[in-house]
């Protein structure tokens, strides 16, 4: 939180202080799932949901390490300094880049957002689907032949009022590996919560904890803190890895601000243990870790369903902060969704989506590694369904083995 000493609404623009307090009023008081209120224009951002899958690979090598790493323990170790590295991406990158977090645009059913990144790891792809609106679900898939390398996974929010805006992020990840051996990880989402929303500069900060587990044996756990309403520090976590169920036997422990800095231990904190002394093995810099451009077609050469060709009216509205083009556009796109769903509905089909499926039976990995990161459930009645990347779709669509299939990060 800010100092005291701060007014309210200090960072809210004079002619926005009418709608500010009108919104601050409405969540306040709402009970619902606040992804359903209008926000006011001076946070609304131009971007859809659905695009912020790509926060996880924009440091292609990071994610390709540890393909790199012949020892199952410092390959763990290497998936969580990726991971580390990606949260500033994902939860800070937009607050630094507009000066205070805004409110994404509600992706559609359908919504697709494809690109790919390119540079010394080779091609990176991606593609994220919404595959859900009501509950608002992304799936996403993002791999690497020449590493092979596969991300895939789905999340969805649920937004909470009480004392700040509260997230609960449902979903997970599943990282797998071909090389140097068949492995998969399962990354927990973290919660989160946003600050500075009283002053009009709203941020994210990161709470509670979350679990990466592999198949080979080890575990991560990464418990965050942070700037909080009397006191800490903004942005700070910890965590550590061990063999999986043996909690107390730290072979790493990284400490730091994860949206700056962070420092990667041997053995446990503290000085010194019996299972040895606390030696600086690597760090990490975030602003010394330039990203990767994410390289998406032209507009013109996009599918309909592409999340920047469909919002471009809208996202170009907002961008000249005429709300009521802005509206106007929003409403075309959301009475032909309805429009649509109606027709289904009277033809008693679903929407077919394009990449990702339904997993109808058990999902091995999950029901392996789930209860290792404390998760007994996937919880599908929470997400319309445990989703997958389903490759035959792909290929399908843009041949077998041509346009970027995955042919190497297949299981």
Same mark, same amino acid.
């Given at each position: 939180?800010?100092?005291?000493?701060?007014?309210?609404?200090?960072?809210?623009?004079?002619?926005?202080?009418?709608?500010?307090?009108?919104?601050?009023?409405?969540?306040?008081?709402?009970?619902?799932?606040?992804?359903?209120?209008?926000?006011?224009?001076?946070?609304?951002?131009s971007t859809s949901l659905v695009e912020y899958s790509s926060y996880w690979a924009e440091h292609p090598s990071?994610?390709?390490?540890?393909?790199?790493?012949?020892?199952?323990?410092?390959?763990?170790?290497?998936?969580?300094?990726?991971?580390?590295?990606?949260?500033?991406?994902?939860?800070?990158?937009?607050?630094?880049?507009?000066?205070?977090?805004?409110?994404?645009?509600?992706?559609?059913?359908?919504?697709?957002?494809?690109?790919?990144?390119?540079?010394?790891?080779?091609?990176?792809?991606?593609?994220?689907?919404?595959?859900?609106?009501?509950?608002?679900?992304?799936?996403?898939?993002?791999?690497?032949?020449?590493?092979?390398?596969?991300?895939?996974?789905?999340?969805?929010?649920?937004?909470?009022?009480?004392?700040?805006?509260?997230?609960?992020?449902?979903?997970?990840?599943?990282?797998?590996?071909?090389?140097?051996?068949?492995?998969?990880?399962?990354?927990?989402?973290?919660?989160?919560?946003?600050?500075?929303?009283?002053?009009?500069?709203?941020?994210?900060?990161?709470?509670?904890?979350?679990?990466?587990?592999?198949?080979?044996?080890?575990?991560?756990?990464?418990?965050? %803190?942070? !700037?909080?309403?009397?006191?800490?520090?903004?942005? &700070?976590?910890? =965590?550590?890895?061990? $063999? /999986?169920?043996?909690? *107390?036997?730290?072979?790493?422990?990284?400490?730091?601000?994860?949206?700056?800095?962070?420092?990667?231990?041997?053995?446990?904190?503290?000085? %010194?243990? !019996?299972?040895?002394?606390?030696?600086?093995?690597? &760090?990490?810099? =975030?602003?010394?870790? $330039? /990203?990767?451009?994410? *390289?998406?077609?032209?507009?013109?050469?996009?599918?309909?369903?592409?999340?920047?060709?469909?919002?471009?009216?809208?996202?170009?509205?907002?961008?000249?902060?005429?709300?009521d083009k802005t509206s106007a556009a929003k409403s075309k796109i959301e009475n032909q969704q309805r429009d649509?769903? *109606?027709?289904?509905?009277?033809?008693?089909?679903?929407?077919?989506?394009?990449?990702?499926?339904?997993?109808?039976?058990?999902?091995?990995?999950?029901?392996?590694?789930?209860?290792?990161?404390?998760?007994?459930?996937?919880?599908?009645?929470?997400?319309?369904?445990?989703?997958?990347?389903?490759?035959?779709?792909?290929?399908?669509?843009?041949?077998?083995?041509?346009?970027?299939?995955?042919?190497?990060?297949?299981?």
């Amino acid at each position: 939180m800010s100092s005291s000493t701060e007014a309210e609404g200090a960072g809210v623009a004079p002619q926005n202080k009418g709608s500010w307090s009108s919104f601050i009023k409405s969540i306040s008081s709402f009970s619902g799932d606040l992804s359903s209120l209008t926000a006011p224009p001076f946070i609304l951002s131009s971007t859809s949901l659905v695009e912020y899958s790509s926060y996880w690979a924009e440091h292609p090598s990071l994610l390709v390490a540890p393909t790199k790493e012949p020892d199952p323990a410092k390959r763990a170790l290497l998936v969580l300094k990726w991971f580390l590295s990606t949260l500033k991406q994902q939860y800070s990158s937009r607050s630094e880049k507009l000066g205070s977090e805004k409110k994404p645009l509600n992706p559609f059913l359908g919504e697709l957002f494809l690109g790919k990144w390119e540079d010394d790891a080779g091609t990176t792809h991606l593609v994220s689907e919404q595959v859900s609106h009501h509950p608002p679900v992304t799936a996403y898939c993002i791999w690497n032949d020449k590493h092979g390398i596969r991300l895939q996974g789905y999340n969805g929010q649920k937004a909470s009022f009480s004392r700040t805006i509260h997230v609960k992020q449902v979903g997970h990840a599943l990282l797998h590996l071909t090389e140097p051996a068949n492995e998969d990880y399962l990354i927990t989402l973290p919660a989160l919560h946003i600050e500075g929303l009283i002053y009009g500069s709203p941020f994210v900060e990161l709470n509670k904890n979350t679990y990466i587990t592999s198949s080979s044996g080890y575990t991560a756990k990464i418990d965050y %803190s942070g !700037k909080g309403w009397l006191s800490g520090k903004k942005n &700070s976590f910890a =965590a550590t890895l061990y $063999p /999986t169920g043996k909690e *107390k036997e730290v072979l790493y422990t990284i400490d730091g601000c994860w949206t700056d800095s962070f420092s990667i231990k041997e053995g446990p904190s503290g000085s %010194s243990s !019996k299972f040895g002394s606390k030696k600086e093995i690597d &760090s990490y810099t =975030a602003k010394n870790t $330039p /990203t990767t451009p994410l *390289k998406v077609a032209p507009l013109d050469k996009q599918d309909e369903l592409e999340s920047r060709r469909a919002w471009r009216d809208v996202a170009a509205a907002i961008e000249k902060g005429d709300m009521d083009k802005t509206s106007a556009a929003k409403s075309k796109i959301e009475n032909q969704q309805r429009d649509l769903r *109606k027709k289904e509905q009277s033809d008693s089909r679903e929407w077919e989506r394009r990449y990702f499926s339904r997993v109808e039976a058990k999902d091995t990995v999950f029901e392996s590694l789930g209860p290792k990161a404390g998760e007994s459930s996937a919880e599908p009645e929470k997400t319309d369904g445990v989703w997958r990347w389903d490759q035959k779709k792909y290929d399908a669509l843009h041949g077998d083995g041509k346009d970027g299939s995955h042919d190497k990060a297949k299981k």
